[in-house]
Protein backbone atom coordinates (compact mmCIF):
# COMPACT_ATOMS: atom_id res chain seq x y z
CA UNK A 1 0.00 0.00 0.00
CA UNK A 2 1.13 3.43 -1.04
CA UNK A 3 2.10 6.04 2.07
CA UNK A 4 2.62 9.66 1.42
CA UNK A 5 5.21 11.85 3.78
CA UNK A 6 5.24 15.55 3.19
CA UNK A 7 8.09 17.37 4.71
CA UNK A 8 9.90 21.03 4.46
CA UNK A 9 7.33 22.89 6.21
CA UNK A 10 8.06 25.77 8.65
CA UNK A 11 7.77 29.01 9.83
CA UNK A 12 9.10 31.65 7.42
CA UNK A 13 8.82 35.60 7.20
CA UNK A 14 6.58 37.13 4.21
CA UNK A 15 9.08 37.01 0.96
CA UNK A 16 10.74 33.95 1.94
CA UNK A 17 11.29 30.32 0.30
CA UNK A 18 10.54 27.44 1.47
CA UNK A 19 11.00 23.38 -0.54
CA UNK A 20 8.27 20.91 0.66
CA UNK A 21 9.15 17.37 0.06
CA UNK A 22 6.37 14.25 -0.67
CA UNK A 23 7.87 10.52 -0.65
CA UNK A 24 5.99 8.03 -1.83
CA UNK A 25 6.09 4.73 -0.97
CA UNK A 26 5.77 1.41 -2.66
CA UNK A 27 5.32 1.13 -6.66
CA UNK A 28 3.37 3.58 -9.23
CA UNK A 29 4.77 6.78 -8.53
CA UNK A 30 6.39 7.09 -11.96
CA UNK A 31 3.06 6.19 -13.68
CA UNK A 32 0.68 8.58 -11.53
CA UNK A 33 -0.03 12.50 -11.55
CA UNK A 34 1.36 14.47 -8.32
CA UNK A 35 -0.33 17.19 -6.89
CA UNK A 36 0.07 19.53 -3.91
CA UNK A 37 -2.75 20.72 -2.03
CA UNK A 38 -3.55 23.37 0.84
CA UNK A 39 -5.88 23.91 3.54
CA UNK A 40 -5.65 27.18 5.31
CA UNK A 41 -8.29 27.13 8.73
CA UNK A 42 -11.67 27.35 7.80
CA UNK A 43 -11.04 27.17 4.12
CA UNK A 44 -11.55 24.13 2.26
CA UNK A 45 -8.61 22.19 0.67
CA UNK A 46 -7.25 23.58 -2.81
CA UNK A 47 -4.93 22.62 -5.25
CA UNK A 48 -2.13 24.53 -5.54
CA UNK A 49 0.21 22.25 -8.43
CA UNK A 50 -0.34 19.10 -10.32
CA UNK A 51 2.39 17.39 -12.33
CA UNK A 52 1.40 14.37 -14.87
CA UNK A 53 3.59 11.25 -15.37
CA UNK A 54 5.14 12.82 -18.03
CA UNK A 55 5.60 16.25 -16.74
CA UNK A 56 2.88 18.08 -17.56
CA UNK A 57 2.19 21.61 -15.38
CA UNK A 58 -0.30 23.38 -14.28
CA UNK A 59 -0.58 25.93 -11.09
CA UNK A 60 -3.15 27.62 -9.22
CA UNK A 61 -3.73 31.38 -10.19
CA UNK A 62 -2.54 32.62 -6.60
CA UNK A 63 0.91 30.30 -6.87
CA UNK A 64 1.87 31.31 -10.60
CA UNK A 65 4.90 32.59 -11.11
CA UNK A 66 6.19 31.97 -7.06
CA UNK A 67 5.67 28.29 -6.66
CA UNK A 68 7.78 25.41 -8.50
CA UNK A 69 6.35 21.79 -9.11
CA UNK A 70 8.91 18.81 -9.93
CA UNK A 71 9.38 15.33 -9.35
CA UNK A 72 12.21 12.85 -9.53
CA UNK A 73 10.88 9.62 -10.56
CA UNK A 74 14.16 7.35 -9.36
CA UNK A 75 13.84 8.92 -5.94
CA UNK A 76 9.46 8.65 -5.70
CA UNK A 77 9.76 12.06 -4.54
CA UNK A 78 7.48 15.36 -5.41
CA UNK A 79 8.93 19.10 -4.52
CA UNK A 80 7.07 22.13 -4.45
CA UNK A 81 9.46 25.26 -4.18
CA UNK A 82 7.90 27.79 -2.73
CA UNK A 83 9.11 31.52 -3.24
CA UNK A 84 7.81 34.62 -2.64
CA UNK A 85 5.62 33.35 0.18
CA UNK A 86 3.03 35.92 1.28
CA UNK A 87 0.68 35.27 4.92
CA UNK A 88 -2.07 34.01 2.43
CA UNK A 89 0.02 31.21 1.74
CA UNK A 90 -0.17 29.86 5.45
CA UNK A 91 -2.07 26.62 5.28
CA UNK A 92 -1.25 22.78 5.73
CA UNK A 93 0.16 20.93 2.66
CA UNK A 94 -0.65 17.65 1.41
CA UNK A 95 0.36 15.91 -1.86
CA UNK A 96 -1.87 13.94 -3.54
CA UNK A 97 -1.25 10.69 -5.57
CA UNK A 98 -4.86 9.33 -7.37
CA UNK A 99 -6.23 6.73 -5.28
CA UNK A 100 -3.75 6.51 -2.01
CA UNK A 101 -5.12 8.62 0.96
CA UNK A 102 -3.44 11.49 2.19
CA UNK A 103 -0.89 11.62 4.51
CA UNK A 104 -0.75 13.88 7.20
CA UNK A 105 0.50 16.97 5.21
CA UNK A 106 3.70 19.50 6.45
CA UNK A 107 2.49 22.94 8.13
CA UNK A 108 4.21 26.35 6.54
CA UNK A 109 3.31 29.54 7.80
CA UNK A 110 4.20 32.58 6.68
CA UNK A 111 4.73 35.82 9.15
CA UNK A 112 6.84 38.23 10.56
Known amino acids: QVQLVESGGGLVQPGGSLRLSCAASGSGFSSNEMGWYRQAPGKQRELVAIITSVGFINYADSVKGRFTISRNNAKNTVYLQMNSLKPEDTAVYYC??????WGQGTQVTVSS
Open 96 to 101: KMPGVS
